[in-house]
């Protein structure tokens, strides 16, 4: 079955500091991963996307790592700001049908605080 | 930003109602989706167009309809509205490459009492 998976769910971090969110994923065949940024009652906005031969992916202060192998994905956020907090939602995107579909993973909340 | 349209941004109203949810895209994108998102879920996919007159149903299933008479305008219908529709409904939009980012709208935060 085609999962995407992150961790943690929620994470509260202090303004400045620097944190990991996580993604594991099954799907296959893989296509492509993205990071997508969701601000409470607004809709998802892309950040990185990445593909089976990048690796590594940089926007500014975040930057995505892809492990194909092991089927692993992370996001690093650099020197926080009061507005990284979001959800931020780990999206995979399989090659075995024309549509190219996605599976989202739950997102982990992020909260920063001053 | 992107050019991508959801209207209303909230709605609340009473079981039994008809309701339209809207969605347009000035982006030209042929590849338009519906997706339902529970307050700490993952998205699913509800809907989804592959241009003028192509609808498919998505994961999820759902008892509402959608249809698409033009390139940039997909909108969601409910028939008879149920609190079991109360949900957050997103539209986006991309192209047709599989690894065209899609493009989300804010979402209509529909409330059925």
């Known amino acids: 079955k085609n999962q995407v998976e992150q961790s943690p769910q929620s994470l509260i971090i202090l303004e400045g500091k620097n944190c990991t969110l996580q993604c594991n994923y099954t799907v296959s065949p893989f296509s492509n991963l993205r990071w997508y940024k969701q601000d409470t009652g607004r809709g998802p906005v892309s950040l990185t996307i990445?593909?089976?031969?990048?690796n590594t992916k940089s926007n500014g202060r975040y930057t995505a790592t892809l492990d194909a192998d092991t089927k692993q994905s992370s996001l690093h956020i650099t020197a926080s700001q009061l507005s990284d907090s979001a959800s931020y939602i780990c999206?995979?995107?399989?090659?075995?049908?024309?549509?190219?579909?996605?599976?989202f993973g739950r997102g982990t909340q992020l909260t920063v605080w001053p | 930003e992107a050019d991508i349209y959801q209207t209303p941004r909230y709605l609340v109203i009473g079981t039994g109602k008809k309701i339209t949810l809207e969605c347009s895209q000035t982006m030209g994108h042929d590849k338009m989706y519906w997706y339902q998102q529970d307050p700490g879920m993952e998205l699913h996919l509800i809907h989804y167009?592959?241009?003028?007159?192509?609808?498919e149903k998505g994961d999820l299933s759902s008892e509402s309809t959608v249809s698409r008479i033009r390139t940039e305008h997909f909108p969601l219908t409910l028939e008879s509205a149920r609190p079991s529709h109360t949900s957050q409904y997103l539209c986006?939009?991309?192209?047709?490459?599989?690894?065209?980012?899609?493009?989300f709208g804010p979402g209509t935060r529909l409330t059925v009492l």
């Open positions: 999206v995979v995107s399989d090659r075995g049908s024309t549509l190219g579909r996605l599976y």
């Open positions: 167009s592959y241009g003028v007159n192509s609808t």
């Open positions: 990445m593909t089976f031969s990048e």
């Open positions: 986006a939009s991309s192209g047709n490459r599989s690894t065209d980012t899609q493009y």
